[in-house]
């Protein structure tokens, strides 16, 4: 049909929706090719899509010196020689068996083989990228011939601006992406988080699947919708997109017994028959519709995982092998090892899936019970501090059992003098385990316009309750860092950190989840909870109640002793 149809099967190719009216595209603002893209403008013409990304993927930034398209007519018969393109052995770094085809003739298959591993020869620094087929079977479909195509791939992998983040070349940088995805997850995909607790034995193995939807499974009109925006805004892409396919899995297939005998061959395949279901633009939408999430989130995300995975020892993948499997993290709970007052086995393994990713792999350790240490409010803050994160878990005299995940040691206190100082991050969730399961997320991050913008020495000194404040609303929401992450951690300016946690000699508070707030008293007996029924929640637990048992559990990693 034109210029770039070598190595594409026609008849595989929904040609219906192809124009033949021949666009241009001239713009060079960023936000206007951004719209462009979402809206599909060049998705519609093959052969303007193919100088699109020909003109999109020239302009990244690269390397120096950087494979061109004349370095792969020089090496392909080298290293390829006179043997079929089918029987060429793959490099450790991609899945032999997700090699897609998508739209290819025969020729386009063999090439993909090709390609992979003159660019093995001309990368060897690339130790995992899985990513790597799709991304070049893709390409094809816009080449003129092997080199361009080749060509293309290399400026992508190439790519040298920090600021631009495009495809995991690293096991290091391709595991914590995966916990970055289930840490997104968590906090944006609730309902869907819920079904993969209950339906999975092992949620973290689920969400590392998670590039596997995209590049792998996905139909070639739907990746290829994808990497029209992928191209234009960046990695955050990825995340937005598949955070949607688990959005309208749960959305289509919550309440169904499943298909199969595991959660992640359901989603696999719902996602390979998504058309049924769900157009590309319907996807893309869905993607573009969560809010609250930033480039600058993901990027304090990806640090966190990538130095939590680089202090256990797992960066690179065991050779000849498959790539070595997360510990489950229910079985980070050890039944015969684990003996809480409060909650059972099960019930930590339930808190245990909210949990930062980073964390997921540790094992609770009992740091503090009433039982044994009493209810001195000093004791607690000694056998507490030096610890980071902590768990709080408290049963009331009336049976109820509610608590806290706490992201920050409790030595921040003393930072505020004698005042009362509050801390935290916008990891920090309050929970109840009785009557009902609950989790109450951070206020800020679902009603960012309720964040209080004052001084810093206000943010310090205010009572929790401040945070539902709409007194003060930020002039320009894209300014505020991650809610996740401590600022101290990342040398952030303190007035950016999160009000959640505050302690005194006289008293602890801990809120601000969804209008949830505990405040408990020095002796550690009586407490009560505070609830804003503008969200309409169930409370924590009595508004007034008497502690029966308090417990505080720590995080010990179980991969360094």
Known sequence: MDEYSRFVDWDKMDVSAQSQDTKELTCTDFHELKQLARQGYWAKNHSLRAKVYHKLISNIPCRTVTPDANVYRDIVVKIIGKRSSSSLPLPEFVDNSLIP????????????????????????????????????????????????CFEQVCRILACNDPSKRLIDQTFLAFESSCMTFGDLVNKYCQAAHKLMVAVSEDVLEVYSDWQRWLFGELPMAYIARVFDVFLVEGYKVLYRVALALLKFFHKVRAGQPMESDSIQQDIRAFVRDIAKSVS??????????????SRKEIQLLQMANEKALQQKGITVKQKSLAPPKRQNVHLAVHAENFKSEIVSVKEMRDIWSWIPERFALCQPLLLFTTLEHGCSLSRFYSHSEGHEPTLLLIKTTAKEVCGAYLSTDWSERRRGGNKLSFFGTGECFVFRLQPEVERYEWVIIKHP?????????????????????????????????????????????????????????????????????????????????????????????????????????????????
């Open 280 to 293: 590309p633009e319907r996807l893309l939408e869905k993607a573009f519709a969560i809010r609250l999430f």
């Open 449 to 561: 316009e309720l964040a209080s913008t004052g001084s810093e020495t206000e943010n310090h000194t205010q009572p929790a309750s401040s945070t539902l404040s709409s007194s003060s609303i930020p002039s320009d929401p894209s300014d505020r860092l991650s809610p996740f992450l401590a600022a101290r951690h990342f040398n952030l300016p303190s007035k950016t950190a999160s009000m959640f946690m505050a302690g005194s000699s006289e008293c602890i508070i801990v809120g601000g989840g969804d209008g949830q707030a505990l405040y408990l008293d020095a002796d550690l007996n009586h407490g009560r909870t505070s609830h804003c029924n503008t969200f309409n929640n169930q409370p924590l637990c009595s508004e007034s109640f008497q502690i029966s048992i308090l417990e505080v559990w720590g995080f010990r990693d179980t991969m360094n002793g």
């Open 101 to 148: 085809t998508y739209c290819l003739n025969a020729e386009g298959i063999g090439a993909v083989r090709k390609i992979i591993l003159c660019i093995s020869n001309q990368f060897p620094d690339i130790s995992f990228c899985p990513a790597l087929p799709s991304v070049i079977a893709l390409l094809l479909h816009y080449s003129k011939d092997e080199a361009e």
